[in-house]
């Protein structure tokens, strides 16, 4: 780790993620309306809200998977710009997981794990194995580490993009529908490795529909619909006393 | 409803398929027999091949002569009103067809070139040969350097120098293909990347590559290299009448490998970028450790398929005066010492029996890679 990123760490003001007043279209469509967030180190977010609310296209603003119009991200206090070597800085240090998993087929589980930190990181290969192999015994898979993706189910390919971000040593993690891909029977092993992963302290902005994980887990939740965030509040304020009127609806329709 | 539930104690023993459906009464029955259109389909194809195959074996076999020094022995007599293939003129011709003109005692060094290529094409291709890495070291830095020493030569270790003009036959062909196949890669995947790059100028210079070679004839591309070229470079500067063909064929053979490879890259998901992305690899990492070893995996049949028409294509070097095997067989065919009617016949026989071959083997690589990839899991 460099100085630069200790002295940042040490500086506790410095908020994890600072989302400000920002703005995305997509051509002509305006997707993100004056986002607003800021997240302190160690928190835990869960961003839910109705299909097409725009919940995902935002948190991939925060690794810049895409780009906005207006406003401004900032990461760990570094403020993200069309500066390729700033992208490169922040993506380093934030994970993220999709929905779809994203693992490289042609890949092993190992060499999934160890191909960002050898590349990105320099780390020799050694190094990298040993700490791979500490996160595939954390998801516990440490068994799996020698075969294909594809021959994983869906739960334990997830697990493994859980534990391939964790080999970053990210300081912030991002999930964007982890659970939705997956059988009913796998969603609550993922769920259990990120309920451990939250425990340990690790900030995480989570897109989901879970809303069990939500109310166990989150230190907020922010309720999103139409590209804007219209409810940030406590799991228990947020399910037994919603404000806004859509998110009544909302909870209506997911909670039976 | 409760009290009718079926529930089974015991599990059902596997029982072997109804005969009419395996064996070879089954695979005759579905394959050849299933509707009237399938049997008339066999029963013509039957009919074709009863036609096509005495004929051919006669030709080149139990008709053909396998003896003789000249043309007396290929010729009808009223005691051999058949005549087929005339081999001898191939035997006493092997060694024109293979080396042109090259040195008869220099010629060994063309075996050794087709030995070492041989190897690092096994070595290469092979999906039991071990050491990948080091067989891409030896195919494409140690052959190319061994090869020019070897076959133009290499004073320090008492190689006499063999002007690319003497070489023919074979030798050229398999020159030409190799250099064509193996530049056409590298450039093909530069130039797929390009087009598909986000900096216009970078991508502009792609498209009018790839459309404006794409968009003339070979024939044009050699003639440019190798009659054009000499007239704006003056005549020292101006290279080798083969080197100038050579990258002619490379530069068209890279430009239809780019949007072969393209193709490649259009299949890999976005969510393959994104993973890439988010762990912060650069594009070049991506491109080089994600994206290529996926693109070109699925690519390879059609690289293959590619590498196919050019290595017949390769043939076309003759309009610009260079001796390659099928034009070793235009000039020999025409010997009057072998002048009877089934000489030409008999030449065009012997290249098409080597093209075929050369073009039956890479299909057959291209189709066990098929099969490896359906069956693999590394998909």
Not at chain 2, 68 to 75: N, Q
Request: hydrophobic fraction near 50%.
């Amino acid at each position: 780790m460099s100085e630069e990123s200790n002295k940042r760490q040490g500086a506790a003001d410095v908020p994890a993620v600072e989302i400000v007043g920002m703005h995305k279209w997509f051509g002509e469509f305006h997707v993100l309306r004056d986002i607003n967030l800021t997240v302190a180190r160690g928190e835990r977010i869960v961003i839910c809200g109705p299909s097409g609310s725009g919940k995902s296209t935002m948190i991939r603003c925060i690794n810049r998977l895409e780009d906005y119009q207006r406003g401004r991200v900032a990461v760990d206090g570094v403020l993200l710009t069309n500066d390729l070597k700033r992208i490169d800085e922040v993506r380093r240090e934030v994970g993220m997981v999709f929905q779809h998993f994203n693992l490289f087929p042609h890949l092993t589980v190992m060499e999934n794990l160890t191909l960002a930190p050898i590349w990105v990181r320099k780390m020799p290969k050694k190094e990298a194995e040993d700490i791979a192999r500490h996160y595939l015994e954390r998801v516990r898979i440490p068994e799996q580490a020698h075969k294909y993706p594809g021959q994983l189910s869906g739960g334990q390919q997830q697990r493994v993009a859980i534990a391939r971000a964790l080999c970053m040593n990210p300081k912030i993690m991002l999930f964007d529908e982890p659970t939705s891909a997956l059988d009913p029977e796998m969603v609550k092993e993922v769920l259990q490795t990120m309920v451990e992963l939250a425990e340990s302290g690790m900030t995480m902005l989570v897109v989901t529909h879970e809303m069990g994980f939500a109310r166990q887990v989150a230190d907020r939740i922010v309720f999103m619909d139409e590209g804007q965030i219209l409810e940030i509040n406590a799991p228990a304020e947020f399910f037994a006393n919603p404000k806004h009127e859509r998110t009544k609806l909302f909870l209506s329709q997911i909670l039976h | 409803m409760g009290a009718q539930a079926f529930v089974r104690s015991e599990t059902i023993p596997a029982m072997p398929p109804p005969a009419r459906e395996h064996g070879l009464a089954g695979w005759l029955r579905e394959h050849l027999f299933s509707g009237p259109l399938n049997i008339a389909l066999t029963l013509l194809s039957v009919l074709f091949l009863w036609w096509l195959v005495p004929t051919l074996l006669n030709f080149l076999i139990f008709d053909a002569t396998w003896t003789g020094d000249d043309r007396a022995a290929c010729i009808v007599t009223a005691e051999r009103p058949r005549v087929g293939a005339c081999w001898p003129f191939v035997f006493e011709r092997i060694n024109f067809f293979i080396y042109g003109f090259y040195p008869a005692n220099e010629r060994w060094r063309v075996d050794t070139f087709f030995v070492l290529l041989a190897i690092g094409i096994v070595w290469l291709l092979a999906s039991w040969a071990p050491g990948k890495r080091a067989a891409a070291l030896y195919f494409f830095v140690v052959l190319p350097v061994l090869s020019v020493m070897l076959l133009l030569g290499f004073a320090p270790l008492r190689l006499s120098y063999v002007p690319t003009s003497l070489w023919g036959g074979i030798l050229v062909t398999v020159v030409v293909s190799a250099v064509g196949i193996v530049f056409s890669l590298p450039l093909g995947v530069i130039l797929a990347l390009g087009r598909r790059s986000s900096m216009p100028a970078v991508r502009l210079f792609s498209i009018v590559f790839i459309e404006f070679v794409r968009g003339v004839p070979l024939i044009t591309v050699l003639f440019m290299a190798s009659v054009m070229l000499p007239l704006f470079v003056p005549e020292e500067w101006s290279p080798d009448k083969l080197l100038r063909a050579l990258i002619g064929v490379a530069l068209f053979a890279a430009a239809y490998m780019a949007e072969v490879v393209r193709a490649g890259l259009q299949a890999i998901p976005r969510g393959q970028y994104e993973g890439a992305q988010a762990l912060g690899l650069s594009y070049w990492q991506m491109m080089g450790l994600i994206i290529l070893p996926q693109a070109l995996r699925i690519t390879i049949p059609n690289i293959v398929n590619s590498n196919i028409a050019l290595f017949k294509d390769t043939t076309l070097v003759f309009i610009v005066g260079i001796f390659d095997f099928l034009r070793t067989i235009e000039a020999a065919r025409i010997d009057p010492k072998w002048a009877t009617p089934v000489t030409s016949t008999t030449g065009y026989a012997f290249a098409a029996i080597f093209y075929f071959l050369c073009c039956w083997m890479m299909s057959r690589y291209a189709k066990s890679v098929e099969r490896r990839l359906a069956t693999g899991h590394r998909r």
